[in-house]
């Protein structure tokens, strides 16, 4: 993220996630696609995860020419479900999987969530997008409500991340589940050595 490219922001391992469905955004730098830098300044990277693959040396190739980072890989993993109204928080995995759900969100990469709602096994009968961060507004809910109605969903389904932007919204007339989401990295234990050694050798230097 943006964190990257704030030089002037202490650091002790530089991090670097690319995602396998649209690694280098296009190609192109902001405002015309989505990188903040070119593919060169990966050479700065202590290591580089390759999300929501197990394997994508096609990426790989293209990483290798400019750092010698390790690499690894990490898929989204479904922690819970749970229904915003409910105070106990428990997880309702099941009870969302039983219904018809209307998915919206709004985050970078909203078509991931949607191909990860049906891996997990939710039944979707429609879906609704809006840019990374979008504060949603009453007007905004209004319209995902009626789109979920005319589709025969059962209820709603975001982020997490998406609750967090819905402070503004008064109610919602439909359930609204949310879904908690991390991140499974694949050799773990190699992991946090790579993660480890960075910071060692770093303040052997400094």
Known sequence: DDGFQHLGLA?????VLIDATNPFGGGHLLPAGRLRESRAALGRADIIVITRSAHAPAVE????????????YA?????SVVLKRSE????????ARARKLFAFCGIGNASAFLADLRTWGFQIAGHK???DHHRFTNADI?????????????????????????A????FSADLFYCRISFCVDRPEDFWRAIVSTISSRRKKA
């Open 88 to 95: 106990n928080m428990n997880d309702v995995s099941a009870d």
């Open 75 to 79: 898929r989204p993993q479904l922690d």
């Open 142 to 166: 209004q319209a995902i409500e009626s789109r979920a109605k005319g589709g025969g969903a059962e209820g709603l389904i975001c982020t997490e991340k998406d609750i967090f932007n819905l």
């Open 168 to 171: 503004a919204v008064r109610g």
């Open 61 to 72: 190739a293209i990483v290798g020419r400019t750092s010698n980072a390790p690499i690894f």
């Open 129 to 131: 997008f809006f840019p």
């Open 11 to 15: 650091r002790d391992v530089d991090i």
